[in-house]
């Protein structure tokens, strides 16, 4: 028998809600967001390995090969227009730095949680998989918008170097969809990965290869017929060329082809990682 007293509520007090009834019942935007500042701030915390470092790492891509190749008033043709050398290469390099910079972020939250058995701090929140996912890969665009930025900011004080945009919708757009899907491509490299050495593996053989042979320091057009179809199977070609062309108005592909194909992927990537999360492979036991 419950000797207690009974506690008479307020009428103004709010009543809580009976156990198992949901609160939030669309999107949890304060979870969403407090997952994304706290992903935001963890690669803030280190900004000069994680933002700065990056930068300074592909503007030296820069300085060598216009030192070595862009001297004398050396020109790329694309698509019957010619581009100096340094506006040509700049461009590529932005959107590279950008790509590495996206990927490691990504390919790191939920690899790390594994390794140090902090993964419950990721499961345990109550948001969906939807929303995990969007604060996973919005955290990982605002690195690379970051770095992006910073590496933008240094080629235009370069003497030499324009990378005044010619289309800023397409710098905008081609940059959110490059990075989104490297975004996705490293959440569900570290939804596979179990230890930092599979995802160095990923970004040596696969990352770093696609974003060297992608059109960054070369045009295509230049290429036998049997590499240029190499170069078109390679997604990393549609990013750097669709994004160059916001600068130069050039670029080796249509952008409307380059744009239909990584939106493909994205929808296709996205779709991927959101069915293994909800399922939860390699995450859950």
Not at 36 to 64: D, G, S
Not at 224 to 242: E, R, T, V
């Amino acid at each position: 028998m419950n000797d207690q007293p009974k506690i008479n509520t307020p009428a103004s007090m709010p009543a809580f809600p009976e156990p198992g009834v949901p609160v939030i019942r669309n999107i949890n935007w304060a979870g969403s967001r407090a997952l994304y500042m706290k992903e935001v701030r963890r690669f803030m915390k280190v900004q000069l390995q994680t933002v700065w470092a990056p930068a300074i790492t592909t503007l030296l891509f820069l300085v060598i090969f216009i030192v070595a190749l862009g001297g004398s008033g050396r020109t790329v043709t694309l698509r019957g227009e010619s581009v100096p050398f340094a506006d040509f290469v700049a461009p590529g390099l932005i959107i590279m730095g950008m790509i590495n910079a996206c990927f490691a972020n990504a390919s790191f939250a939920l690899m790390v949680g594994k390794v140090q058995g902090t993964l419950v701090d990721y499961l345990m929140p109550p948001i969906s998989v939807g929303e995990l996912l969007f604060a996973l890969v919005a955290s990982s665009v605002t690195r690379a918008v970051f770095v992006g930025l910073a590496l933008w900011a240094a080629m235009a004080l370069w003497p030499g170097v324009h990378v005044t945009p010619a289309h800023l919708w397409a710098v905008a757009w081609f940059g959110l969809l490059g990075t989104s899907f490297i975004a996705f491509l490293g959440v569900l490299t570290s939804i596979w990965a179990d230890k930092f050495d599979h995802g160095a593996a990923v970004t040596n053989f696969v990352i770093g290869p696609l974003a060297l042979l992608s059109g960054t320091f070369y045009s295509i057009d230049r290429l036998p017929p049997f590499f240029q179809g190499i170069s078109h199977a390679n997604p990393f070609f549609y990013i750097i060329s669709g994004f160059r062309y916001g600068f130069v108005a050039a670029a080796d592909v249509n952008v409307a082809i380059g744009s239909t194909v990584l939106l493909a992927l994205n929808i296709i990537l996205g779709g991927l990682c959101y069915a293994l999360l909800k399922r939860g492979w390699k995450i859950k036991a």
